[in-house]
């Protein structure tokens, strides 16, 4: 399974932001997890949803600004995200993993995508 994000960029605080990710083949068969890495930070556990998007899960810091997707059809996994903190300026990544799991961890991922810029200006 190849992942490539796309949609990040500069957003004001307060703004809005789509990310998607594409699979370069059927992923039905995997839990999806949205992860972000801000500069001099670890890793950051940001959103997981399960194989057929029943389910899903949010870090603290995101929940009720986030929205996790996909769309099994068309191989794509999304993050709607609003009311943008300057906090929130990380690269953000996609990933795959075998099993959801409803956790706030970074660990278990198969595959991964290189990931987008988003920046929240003050």
């Known amino acids: 399974v190849q992942l490539a994000e796309a949609g990040g960029g500069l957003v004001q605080a307060r703004g809005s932001l789509t990310l998607s990710c594409a699979s370069s083949?059927?992923?039905?068969?995997?839990?999806m997890g949205w992860l972000r890495h801000a500069r001099g930070k670890e890793r950051e556990f940001v959103a997981t949803i399960n194989e057929n998007g029943g389910s899903t899960y949010y870090s603290d810091s995101v929940k009720g600004r986030f929205t996790i997707s996909r769309d099994n059809a068309k191989n794509m996994l999304y993050l709607q995200m609003n009311s943008l903190k300057p906090e929130d300026t990380a690269v953000y990544s996609c990933a795959a993993r075998a099993a959801f799991v409803g956790l706030p961890t970074t660990l278990g991922y198969l595959y991964w995508g290189r990931g987008t810029q988003v920046t929240v200006s003050s």
């Open positions: 083949g059927p992923f039905f068969d995997y839990a």
